[in-house]
């Protein structure tokens, strides 16, 4: 269907895909071209290379006051090694892991790839569709081994409370268990309340957690494959011999172009770009809000629409959920395609507790791409 509608007059807006439109700024695509150039290409340590991780523990350090060793910095090909790794490492046969519905649908794959079981709690909009201690402490059974949350949330966009992600830690810490934080999305943050790091909880606390990290998203170097985690002390020579057994070592190119993010320009530039997501969200959640594509709670970071589509889908004469899980949403999204040509993401894939409602927006697209999408909407809504 996407191949004959994009042989039309109206190409499809892909708002489905959840990257950055910009890519690596200047100075970083010149760190690669000279990497390459000089031949500087073999492998690095299975950790990465020392320099680059200097950088890192830096970062957040200035932007976050945090310190970070960078002994306790591991990086990974993307988040995705990363999530892999700790996975790994710390999950054995059997363990649960338990995390919110909604959420990013590898993670549930990170766990049963080390033979561990996701265990998926139904979150709502009230809870900013993210845990609560309280949940989290009924649900915690004899098998389970932790949480892995996401701050902010794919496909959400929404930051967990500081005080709920550190009462939560607090009692995933009681019961001898693990606490996996995904902040990819760390650096697109909007709102003063949210964007702090979880490693900035005080003491032993932010040293005992997993915080997963990336240049995809803020750094906008999502083909380039390179991420980061930051692991408690006794966790790095563990995961330093998984990653050299499994991985060798990351991609020393992209390595080294890495170390040119850093640079002022860079971050200068990172932060614009910054600016331009935030006023991309600032203009595209209230349009679908007044068309009637409600999204309840405004995301305060990331680049996400998590829009209940029902009122739409009513409209239009969709069947409500169906047990082979089509229906609702997953219709919707289909019936857009077809109307509007507009490519959007159906809850199904991120989880089970209400997928028929919702539908994902990217808004990691221009402006102009965003104003037509709207467009189009209102062309079709009316
Ligand atoms: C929440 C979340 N975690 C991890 C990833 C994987 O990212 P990477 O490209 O760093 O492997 C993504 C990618 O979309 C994501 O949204």
């Keep these: 269907m996407a191949r004959d509608l994009a042989a039309g007059s109206d190409p499809l807006i892909l708002l489905n895909i959840g990257e950055p439109d910009f890519t690596a700024p200047p100075l970083v695509q010149q760190a690669a071209a000279k990497a390459i150039a000089d031949g500087d290409t073999q492998y690095t340590q299975a950790t990465g290379m020392p320099e680059l991780r200097e950088k890192i523990s830096a970062w957040y350090a200035t932007r976050f006051g945090v310190d970070v060793a960078p002994r306790r910095i591991i990086i990974t090909a993307g988040a995705s090694a990363a999530l892999h790794l700790a996975c790994l490492a710390l999950i054995e046969a059997g363990d649960e892991i338990l995390m919110p519905d909604p959420s990013y649908p590898c993670n549930q794959q990170f766990v049963s790839a080390a033979e561990g079981r996701a265990v998926l709690l139904p979150t709502t909009a009230d809870e900013r569709f993210q845990l609560t201690r ?16 996401a701050s902010p949330s794919n496909p959400t966009g929404t930051s967990i409370a500081p005080e709920e992600l550190q009462s939560i830690h607090e009692f995933v810490q009681s019961k001898g268990g693990i606490t996996l934080i995904d ?8 709102e003063e309340r949210f964007g702090q790091t979880a490693l900035a909880m005080p003491g032993e606390l932010g040293q005992s957690l997993i915080s997963i990290n990336s240049f995809s998203k803020y750094f ?15 966790l790095v020579s563990v995961v330093e011999q998984m990653a050299q057994h499994l991985f060798i070592c990351p991609s020393t190119i992209a390595q080294r172009a890495a170390l040119a993010c850093f640079e002022p320009d860079s971050l200068a530039e990172y932060e614009s770009r910054r600016s331009q997501f935030k006023a991309r969200r600032d203009y595209f959640i209230p349009e679908l809000n007044r068309l009637g594509l409600t999204v309840p709670v405004m995301p305060d970071g990331a680049f996400y ?9 009513d409209k239009w004469g969709i069947a409500k959920a169906k047990a082979d ?8 999204a289909f019936e857009l395609m ?13 989880g089970n507790a209400a997928p028929a409602q919702y539908v994902r927006f990217s808004t990691a697209s221009s402006m102009t791409q965003l104003q037509m999408a709207i467009a189009r909407l209102e062309a079709v809504i009316g």
């Design 220 to 234: 906008n170097m999502t083909g380039w494959r390179l991420g980061w985690m930051v692991v408690p002390d006794a």
């Design 325 to 332: 899980g089509t229906g609702g949403s997953w219709d919707f």
């Design 338 to 350: 077809k109307r509007a040509h507009l490519v959007v993401t159906p809850g199904r894939d991120f």
């Design 305 to 313: 629409a998590y829009a209940d589509c029902r009122q739409v889908a």
């Design 134 to 149: 309280a949940k989290v402490q009924a649900a915690w059974g004899k098998n389970t081994r932790g949480v892995l949350l």
């Design 183 to 190: 902040e990819i999305y760390l650096g697109l943050s909007y």
